[in-house]
DNA sequence: TTGCATACCTCGCCAGCCGATGTATCATAT
DNA sequence: ATATGATACATCGGCTGGCGAGGTATGCAA
């Protein structure tokens, strides 16, 4: 959907751990459920998501662990699987209540609020 | 309140077309509103907006025009007025629009939504 | 065997925020 | 007189980070 790029900028972290909380995703996955959780509203990019997963990783605001990807999903392969640690669950509150304010505040002046 | 510098980028320039139409103004007058109309929920600094108004003016979006202040305001200051031009409204409408749609996605993400 | 989906990754380009810094004017206080 | 601070404009360089392009490897279907 086109968004400027720079309106993305800003939210990957909080939805990666947002997304992250609610259970371990590998990399792959979590570009396909962001695309289809928003209905394709954002696109995410391998490009985008990958080095921002290291970021985090190396924030310690996640941990990661390969593993099998289940017999009945796609046997043989290994997948990364990501999951947010206690500090990332913490940085994970921070941004959200951060967002809501933003958010508002930027809501209040484009949507018509004095 | 020291958003992260990324959330602030991309609602710079829905922000400013949608000042700007609701009435001409100055740039130093543009900072005080927005930190004004926000509660000093966003911070905007002058190295920020004066690029971004001359960006917007080469591509368009806003005229300039200097004037003096009112007298009974700061009489014998000089200030630039910015004012949006009709491509700027149609680029203003566009911008609310996905700032709309952009909100929504990461707001039924981040604040726990399906 | 060609192609596509899955699954990981890196690199370089470049857009743009912001701290620092500079200029000039005017009002107020010392 | 002089210092301070608000007003009002501006630029510059450092750094961050999204993303297009490209790479590797596997499994499966046509």
Redesign the pocket.
């Known amino acids: 959907m086109d ?4 309106l ?6 909080p939805i990666v751990l947002a997304l992250l909380e609610e259970r371990a995703m ?7 459920v962001v695309n289809a959780r928003t209905n394709g509203r954002l ?13 985090l990783e190396g924030d310690g605001l996640i941990s ?1 662990r390969w593993a099998d ?1 289940p017999a009945d ?10 999951a947010v640690t206690r500090k990332g669950k913490a940085e994970r509150k921070r941004r959200a209540r951060e967002w809501e304010q933003f958010s508002t505040a930027v809501s209040a002046i484009l949507l018509g609020g004095a």
């Open positions: 968004f400027s790029q720079d993305i900028r800003g939210s990957i972290v590998y990399g792959y996955e979590i570009v396909k696109e995410w990019k391998e490009g985008t998501l990958y080095p921002a997963l290291h970021r990661s990807a999903e796609a046997p043989g392969r290994k997948r990364k699987y990501y």
